[in-house]
């Protein structure tokens, strides 16, 4: 049956003109590529980058406003426009609950998490469970499990993000896009360490918000205002819902009715309000408080009142995204309905090349068409910059998870020097696993990209949660309780992962034959499940064995974070630094241009570091471990923490 042409413009599929082939966005993108790479190399001459502490920790000078821009920036990634424009153009507000529950974790984060970190004096996160627990295994479990997520649900959901984008805007190739992306990002990520991440970031959270207010603000102006916008969103149902002469059920295409509404009924809502507050708050504990990314962000400051603020910074721009994102992904499906609202599989072939639905394109759709030439080049520069700074962020972390909790098990010996290049080497080979894994991720949760993201943490991510926070909390837990705990917890876990990729997720008009006893379960509810079992087995493991004694655990659990007795370690110490007579020998001779261009490229020094006294280590072990604060500034850091988390409140309330 014929039905009538989107009201609004031509399909994607059916115009390869290039929308971003004018002089003002083209400059616009070439000053942003310039003024970004700019940042980053005077972040590169500015900061230590040849040791692990200034590369991977920007030696632990950062103040609360690059941290805090930092932390919303490697957080909202172009998967966050893409993904959460298109979910709530499907399924209204309710994706901006998935935003405001961070402002509750980031002061979890800030005020018990990181000053346990501090105290334990660790680099990364698999390092803070084997001083806690000992042995090796944990750790490498987790460093293992960590990349295969950041494969998963980080990266090649931000480059696919990224992708989509560019293919609306730009007409050309989707990986050669991608490849170009990658080869800027990985440059200042690969030679200027965690430094230049930050203050590139900060530059980019600048970007980002200017430009998608000024996005919202053209959007509300099409649409007509708010109170025009909720009553239009309800009506917006598209007419093309004939699929070979049969009419697809009205469900598939017509706006909830609970669309307006944040908690939703427990059984029959698309995100149930138990999952909301509960399963969420077991997702964002695992990324806020335990993930790679995020923490070793808080570990670059100067001290804990910077900590502090930042996370308190972070919870204000967290604020944002349901009236930057959510809203202008709901503009968009009033204004191109039968686009953006397809359920017809060939149709949506026809418009996004995919057949579960193009609720992703939303937001690049509103982008494209709404802006002027000059602000299009801007919002684009917005989208690279949101999947540059996450991917920046996420190579720098995952380098750092395989180069001190892998490599150094392989290489017990492996020099400063060594490291940083493995490093670096890494991320180039990450890249390539996870361009390979974009192509499978198109099809899943029905095209909807951040219900793919949290489906997947849902999979993975409780078991982890579950152990950190009962390794800080409960001192009886011990290795034999987290280890199992952690192996059946992902055994239960990916045994729901694999299932749903092998009978595939459907879509409303297509649905999956998947058992229902297995998918029937609303992801956020299984991440309950799976949180409450893993904890189950932790506790039952722990109290049948052996637990660790006290003078293990000084400052590396809550009961006895202000513990002033030395710590006696589980195990020796991470890595040794390799020294041998070779070295000395080398940093005598007379080095070559190349050889000093390339040590300054890569942040190694010319000279061998001077050796410290013992005095000395314990002087700068005590700084890079102290967690005292001010006074002044400690009140006033906890004062806007109590703030932050009434308009967290007040927040869910009035949506609610």
Not at 633 to 645: A, D, H, K, Q
């Amino acid at each position: 049956m014929a039905t009538p042409p989107s009201a609004t413009t031509i399909a994607p599929g059916k115009d390869n003109t290039s929308p971003i082939n004018n002089p003002a966005d083209i400059s616009v993108i070439v000053v942003y590529f310039v003024v970004v790479l700019a940042v980053g190399i005077w972040a590169m001459v500015r900061t230590s980058r040849g040791t692990v502490g200034g590369f991977f920790l920007a030696g632990r000078s950062m103040v609360w406003w690059p941290i805090g821009a930092s932390l919303f920036a490697s957080n909202i990634g172009s998967g966050h426009f893409v993904g959460v424009a298109g979910t709530a153009s499907a399924g209204g507000i309710v994706i901006g609950g998935f935003e405001w529950n961070a402002l509750v974790m980031v002061v979890l984060l800030g005020w018990i998490f990181v000053p346990i970190y501090v105290k334990a004096g660790v680099v990364t996160m698999p390092e803070y469970l084997r001083k806690r627990f000992g042995g090796d295994r944990i750790r490498v479990y987790l460093s293992v499990l960590s990349l295969l997520l950041y494969v998963f649900t980080k990266i090649s959901a931000d480059m696919f993000s990224g992708a989509i984008f560019i293919q609306q805007a730009m007409k050309i190739n989707i990986y050669i896009a991608i490849v170009i992306l990658v080869l800027i990002t990985a440059l200042y990520t690969v030679t200027g360490g965690l430094a230049a991440v930050i203050y590139t970031d900060t530059l980019q959270t600048i970007i980002m918000l200017v430009g998608s207010f000024i996005l919202m603000g053209f959007a509300f102006n099409k649409v007509g205002g708010y109170e025009a916008f909720t009553e239009k969103y309800m009506k917006a149902i598209p007419t093309e819902i004939y699929d070979n002469g049969t009419k697809i059920d009205a469900k598939c295409y017509t706006p909830r009715e609970d669309s307006f509404h944040l908690f939703r009924d427990p059984i029959t809502g698309d995100m149930p309000w138990p999952g909301l507050i509960f399963g969420l708050t077991i997702l964002a504990l695992w990324y806020w408080c335990t993930d790679q990314v995020i923490v070793q962000r808080c570990l670059s400051a100067k001290n804990m009142s910077h900590v502090k603020a930042g996370c308190i910074l972070c919870g204000y721009l967290k604020l944002l995204p349901m009236f930057l994102m959510v809203f202008p992904g709901m503009i968009s499906r009033i204004l191109y309905t039968n686009e953006v609202g397809c359920v017809v599989p060939s149709k949506c072939k026809e418009y996004c090349d995919t057949e579960v639905g193009c609720t992703n394109i939303a937001y690049p759709k509103i982008v494209i068409d709404l802006m002027p030439n000059g602000l299009r080049g801007l919002m684009l520069s917005v989208m690279l910059a949101s999947l540059m700074s996450s991917l920046t962020s996420i190579f720098n972390s995952a380098s750092t998870l395989f180069t001190m909790d892998i490599y150094t098990k392989i290489r017990k010996r492996a020099s400063e020097k060594e490291l940083m290049i493995v490093g670096r080497i890494f991320i180039v080979f990450l890249i390539g696993v996870s361009i390979a894994w974009v192509p499978i991720l198109k099809e899943a949760q029905s095209g909807q990209l951040f219900d793919y993201m949290q489906s997947i943490t849902s999979y993975l991510g409780p078991p982890i949660a579950s152990v950190f926070i009962l390794g800080i909390f409960v001192k009886r837990v011990n290795e034999s309780g987290a280890f199992w705990g952690l192996i059946i917890g992902l055994l239960i876990g990916l045994s729901r992962m694999i299932t749903e990729f092998a009978y595939g997720t459907g879509s409303c008009v297509k649905p999956s034959n998947c058992p229902k006893i297995i998918c029937g379960v609303h992801y956020l509810y299984f991440a309950m499940i799976l949180f409450a079992a893993t904890s189950i087995i932790v506790l039952g493991v722990s109290f049948m064995t052996k637990p660790i004694a006290d003078k293990h655990l000084y400052r590396l659990c809550w009961a006895l974070r202000n513990s002033k007795e030395e710590r006696e370690d589980l195990d020796a110490s991470d890595w040794v630094k390799e020294e041998d007579e070779m070295d000395d020998v080398e940093e005598v001779k007379k080095q070559s241009c190349c050889r000093k261009a390339y040590n300054w490229f890569c942040g190694f020094e010319d000279k061998k570091a001077v050796k410290l006294s013992e005095e000395e280590k314990k002087a700068l072990e005590s700084k890079m471990t102290d967690t005292s604060e001010v006074p002044l500034w400690r009140n006033v850091v906890n004062i806007n923490g109590i703030i932050l988390l009434a308009v967290a409140v007040f927040c869910h309330g009035y949506f609610a």
